[in-house]
């Protein structure tokens, strides 16, 4: 709810924590709206008990600071309450620990399947007999490695055809064309 006061205490002076007379008169010029100026002053802003009217909403008077949620930071507990004597027993089971093969003196090398390792190869052995076959232009699409990506490769996969086919078909035409009126004008 927003509420036009006319509390003293809500008028703030400029680079003051005092409050100090509104700087403004309390009348407004001209005929419309409220008759009343001050500065806005929302009550949903004002938590009940920040002026400590309220002390029995404090955490310290609920005694909300429960022994079960004191030091909780989220991690599985190393260990259980003894309820006999009331302390915390580390058991070393419940101990989080890595176990990781020793690896020195190993040469390190990236994961690959074998399976991968098999189709890589018939992939090579297929591309060094399309090599053998065209050396100067092999298909892109089956060489391996793959050639680096580019826009003359991306063109030259899924346009470089139809291209050259409509190319061709255009040039023959005209030879064609040319062939027929060549022949009229030497029959003439």
């Known amino acids: 709810m927003v509420v036009r006061t006319l509390i003293p205490s809500h008028f703030k002076a400029p680079g003051s924590l005092y409050t100090a007379k509104a700087p403004w008169g309390f009348a407004k010029k001209g005929a419309k709206g409220l008759r009343k100026i001050g ?10 008990g920040q002026n400590r009217e309220f002390p029995e909403l404090s955490p310290k008077w609920q005694k909300n600071n429960t022994m079960e ?19 915390f027993v580390h058991l070393p089971e419940m101990i989080p620990e890595l176990i990781v093969p020793d690896l020195t ?11 991968t390792d098999i189709e890589i190869e018939k992939r ?7 090599l053998a076959k065209n050396p100067k232009n092999p298909p892109i699409d089956k ?3 793959p050639p680096p990506v580019d826009a ?3 063109f030259d996969c899924f346009y470089a ?3 050259k086919k409509k ?13 027929f009126f060549a022949s009229l004008i030497k029959k003439n």
Do not use: C, M
Request: proline share 10%; charged share 30%.
């Open 39 to 48: 500065p806005l002053h929302y009550e949903s802003w004002k938590w009940p």
């Open 69 to 87: 949620l004191r030091g909780y930071t989220g991690v599985q507990p190393t260990g259980y309450d003894d309820p006999n004597t009331g302390k």
């Open 105 to 115: 003196g190993f040469p390190l090398r990236p994961y690959v399947s074998y399976r």
């Open 124 to 130: 090579i052995a297929n591309t060094d007999k399309i």
């Open 143 to 145: 060489i391996w490695p």
């Open 152 to 154: 003359k490769l991306l």
């Open 161 to 163: 055809d139809e291209i």
């Open 167 to 179: 190319y061709f078909e255009t040039t023959t035409e005209k030879k064609k064309k040319s062939g």
